[in-house]
């Protein structure tokens, strides 16, 4: 699980746009790469990121060494 904190509005689904945005930026993939696929209304979201699952992996590992 990731923690991921944004400053867009829940209304009119903002916060799951930067969301999306956030996570592509950290992935190095594009935004349209990852998709919200369940619990767009939740605060606990499902996300399906599509990529190479090496660099995926690469970049995940690079993300929970800086915690």
Known sequence: MIKARVRAAASE?????AL?????????????DVRLVTRTSARIKHLKI???GAVLAAALEKIFAME
Do not use: D, Q, Y
């Open 50 to 52: 599509v990529g190479a």
């Open 13 to 17: 689904g903002e916060a799951n746009e």
């Open 20 to 32: 999306v945005k956030l996570i592509a930026n950290a992935l190095a993939v594009a935004a349209r």
